[in-house]
């Protein structure tokens, strides 16, 4: 087993470091020189998928937070309202999906219940499915009209963690390619894009190379009993996602905020010394989305809250108000959580370790989930 760990402690540490080549497999082969998409394998006409009117995005637990992902850069890039929707909270109200409705599901395994009867009941309804998955052949891309395949390798530990940024990374793909069939962008925007997206594993690889940094944050916080992720815009599933790995493997009351919502009732909570990581936007983005968090930082600093964030490379605004700053490299907001979301992965899996649990196999928890 420690061969197939590969040196590392865990799997679920070994699938963290794998996160460069899952995304650049993800990325491999499905674009051309020009910057073209060529996604020919996904078995909708191209001119069927040209006419849909929104898009469903439906999955559990992580993969519904890379849906959340999603939606920010499918609906900037292609002018299609797209939800997302857990799995067993749509399957059960009588959602309005027709045959202009294209539905995305999201699932690492290809079999999680939830999902899957979630698929059924749309595809009974006449709606189009595509299926992202990260397992050859599993139930949900065969019951699908379309896949988009992860190329994330097997995943083992049953924390998701390189799966999310490859379904990321192929929702983005999928984005990108509606965009090109439908022109909503400039063939040369989609090529710049793409570019950025093929610089994100060795930025990933960067963050992986400093991860003695958080590292040393999470054995010093070994005994927290809750810690709170704030995050605005792309941020705030991030944060969910952080707050959700601490939560399956280290056993730690976490929660994740969208950091406008703090006026709005969960800043009761902080009080001295209350652990708050955020998730900061760039600051070369627009929509001053930047000085919104800045400030919520220091709303929970200044009732005690002790503040660690997550920032853009040359954020020096966010300085006096951290307790803890970790720099990830720049890169444009939509592409941000396939690097932000590393460090809290890293923080999660060590803070777990130091606290002597399995990482890999945590209590209550099974990897596929498949009954309902
Ligand atoms: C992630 O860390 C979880 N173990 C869990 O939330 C998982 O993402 C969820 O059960 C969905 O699984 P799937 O992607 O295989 O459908």
Not at 230 to 236: A, D, P
Not at 262 to 282: E, N, R, T
């Amino acid at each position: 087993a420690s061969a197939e760990k590969g040196g590392f402690p865990s799997f679920m540490e070994k699938e963290i470091f794998d996160q460069p080549a899952a995304v650049a497999d993800t990325l491999l082969g499905r674009s051309d020189a020009d910057g073209r998409l060529t996604l020919d394998e996904l078995r909708i006409a191209p001119e069927e998928l040209a006419e849909i009117s929104k898009i469903v995005v439906l999955a559990c637990g992580t993969s519904a937070y890379a849906g959340s992902v999603a939606k920010y850069a499918i609906e900037s890039w292609c002018r299609i309202p797209v939800e997302v929707e857990l799995s067993h909270e749509f399957r059960y109200r009588e959602p309005i999906v027709d045959e202009k409705t294209l539905i995305v599901s999201i699932s690492q395994s290809g079999e999680t219940m939830d999902t899957l009867m979630a698929v059924r009941y749309a595809k009974e309804q006449g709606a189009k499915t595509m299926s992202i998955c990260n397992t050859n052949g599993s139930t949900i891309p065969r019951e699908s009209d379309a896949v988009l395949y992860t190329h994330a390798g097997p995943e083992i530990a049953v924390a998701s963690t390189k799966a999310f940024l490859a379904q990321i990374t192929a929702t983005y793909l999928l984005g990108l390619y509606l965009a090109q069939l439908r022109g909503n962008l400039f063939q040369g925007q989609i090529k710049d894009i793409l570019a950025d997206l093929g610089k994100i594993p060795s930025k990933i690889q960067d963050i992986l190379d400093r991860a003695e940094e958080i590292k040393d944050l999470a054995r010093n916080m070994s005994d927290a009993n809750s810690v709170l992720f704030l995050g605005r815009h792309v941020g705030y599933p991030v944060a969910m996602e952080g707050a959700l790995k601490l939560k399956e493997i280290a056993y730690i009351h976490a929660e994740g905020f969208a950091a406008g919502e703090l006026k709005h009732g969960p800043i009761a909570l902080i009080d001295d010394g209350q652990p708050v990581f955020v998730v900061v936007p760039s600051p070369r983005g627009r929509d001053s989305l930047h000085s919104k968090v800045v400030s919520n930082i220091q709303e929970v600093r200044a009732r005690g809250a002790k503040t660690l964030v997550i920032a853009e490379d040359g954020d020096s605004a966010v300085k006096d108000f951290s307790e803890w700053v970790f720099y990830v490299p720049e890169t444009p907001t939509l592409l941000m959580p396939l690097l932000a979301t590393v460090p809290l992965q890293i923080f999660a899996c060590e803070l777990a370790s130091a606290k002597g649990f399995d990482v890999d196999q945590p209590r209550n928890l099974a990897k596929s989930v498949t009954v309902e």
